[in-house]
C-alpha cells in the first residue's frame, strides 16, 4: 500500500540547497547566507539536515559558517544546482508498505520560467542506487501539494493543470495517478490561487496546509489595501465547502496574512502558511512586520508539543519563496 505521509510525522532528515554565486543570490550572498546559517543551526539541534553545495570551494564557505555543536547533525554534499528551492525540485518521500521510498519527478522551472536543467538532475545524485526510489515523467513540484497522511491531497488547479507543466493531463487523469502513486483517495482542488509577484502559479504551500487529518490554517487577510484579498477571500470560502473521504468538514484555522512588502516597487509574494515541520519544532517565517509577534503565539497554540522558531525570511522572499520552499523533508 502506497501512502503520501504528512509532515508532521518522525523525519529522516532536511535537504537545504545553498545559495551560490552562480545563482539568483550572486549580489546578496553574505545577507542571504546568514538566514541559511540560522537555519540550518536551528534543524540540526533535531534532525539530520544534508546542505547542497554547489562545489568543493562552496563546500568549504559553507564549512567556516556553521556551528560545530551539532556538526555530527551536518553533511554537505557537492551537486551543482540552478537555484536554492528544493521543495519543487527534490524527492519526494512515500511510504510502500510501510517503508520509505523516494520519487522522482520532472522539474521544468515552474512552467519553463526559469533555467532548471541543473535543478532537475540533482535527484538522481542524491538518491542512491540501492535506496528504493522510482523515477516518473510527469512534472509535480513539491510546494504545489500537501497531505493530511491519511489519504487527503490540497492542490490548485492554477499550479497542476496549467498547459506548461503537463499539457494534455486533466483533473481525472492526475486525481487517478495521485492514487495510484500516492495513495490519495481524494484530492482537494482549490481555484483563483494566486498572489502577486508569485510565479509558482499557486503553489499551495502559500495558501492553505494541513496541520492534523482534520485541519487546514489557511492565509486570511485582513487588510483593506491588501492587492491578495480577494484571492484569499475566495480560497476562505472554498475552503469551507470541502469535506473529506468521510463526508466530514474539516476544522479551518485562519491565519493573518502579513502586511504588503515591496521589493524593487514590485510586491512580494509573503505568506505565515510557508512553515517548515521538523523533529520537535515548527520553523516559522516572519517579514519584520507587526502581525509577526501574535503569529508565533498562535503557532504555539497549534502545535503545543513543538518548540516554535521565528526565522526572518525578509531576504528570502525577495526571491519569491520562504522557509517551506527552500526545504524538503525525507522521512
Avoid at 562545489?55 to 555530527?72: C, F, G, L, R, V
Avoid at 502513486?181 to 481555484?191: A, C, D, R, S, V
Avoid at 499557486?202 to 489595501?225: C, E, L, Q, W
Avoid at 509577534?293 to 520562504?322: A, C, M, N, V
Wanted: hydrophobic residues 35%; aromatic residues 10%.
Amino acid at each position: 500500500m502506497i501512502r503520501l505521509p504528512a509532515e508532521w510525522e518522525p523525519q529522516q532528515q532536511v535537504l537545504l540547497t545553498w545559495p551560490h554565486k552562480y545563482s539568483a543570490w550572486r549580489g546578496q550572498l553574505p545577507e542571504i547566507d546568514k538566514f541559511y546559517v540560522q537555519a540550518t543551526n536551528i534543524i540540526s539541534q533535531f534532525q539530520y539536515i544534508t546542505l547542497i553545495a554547489y562545489d568543493k570551494e562552496h563546500q568549504q564557505h559553507i564549512k567556516k559558517q556553521i556551528k560545530d555543536e551539532y556538526s555530527h547533525n551536518i553533511k554537505i554534499t557537492c551537486i551543482q544546482t540552478n537555484d536554492t528551492w528544493i521543495r519543487d525540485y527534490g524527492p519526494i518521500t512515500v511510504y510502500n508498505n510501510q517503508n520509505p521510498m523516494l520519487l522522482n519527478f520532472n522539474f521544468n522551472g515552474w512552467g519553463s520560467k526559469f533555467p532548471a536543467n541543473l535543478d532537475n538532475l540533482v535527484n538522481t545524485q542524491l538518491i542512491k542506487k540501492k535506496q528504493p526510489h522510482k523515477d516518473f515523467s510527469l512534472i509535480l513540484e513539491g510546494g504545489s501539494i500537501d497531505s493530511n497522511g491519511d489519504g487527503e491531497l490540497l492542490t490548485t488547479e492554477s499550479c497542476l493543470l496549467t498547459n506548461t507543466r503537463n499539457k494534455n493531463h486533466t483533473k481525472e487523469k492526475l486525481e487517478i495517478f495521485f492514487k495510484e502513486n500516492l495513495g490519495i483517495k481524494k484530492t482537494h482542488w482549490l481555484q483563483n490561487t494566486t498572489m502577486l509577484g508569485d510565479d509558482t502559479d499557486g503553489h499551495i504551500d502559500m495558501f492553505a496546509r494541513f496541520v492534523n487529518k482534520k485541519t487546514i490554517v489557511y492565509a486570511k487577510s485582513h487588510h483593506p489595501n491588501d492587492p491578495n484579498a480577494i484571492a484569499l477571500n475566495k480560497l476562505e470560502q472554498q475552503l469551507t465547502l470541502l469535506r473529506n473521504s468521510q463526508g466530514e468538514q474539516f476544522n479551518l484555522i485562519p491565519l493573518p496574512q502579513p502586511q504588503a512588502i515591496m521589493w524593487n516597487q514590485q510586491p512580494l509574494p509573503v505568506s505565515y502558511i510557508n512553515f517548515l515541520l521538523i523533529n520537535q519544532a515548527v520553523l516559522v517565517p516572519t517579514y519584520n512586520v507587526s502581525q509577526d509577534k501574535t503569529i508565533l503565539e498562535q503557532f504555539q497554540t497549534i502545535f503545543p508539543q513543538k518548540k516554535i522558531y521565528g526565522i526572518d525570511s525578509s531576504i528570502l522572499i525577495r526571491h519569491g519563496g520562504s522557509i517551506h520552499c527552500a526545504s524538503m523533508n525525507l522521512f
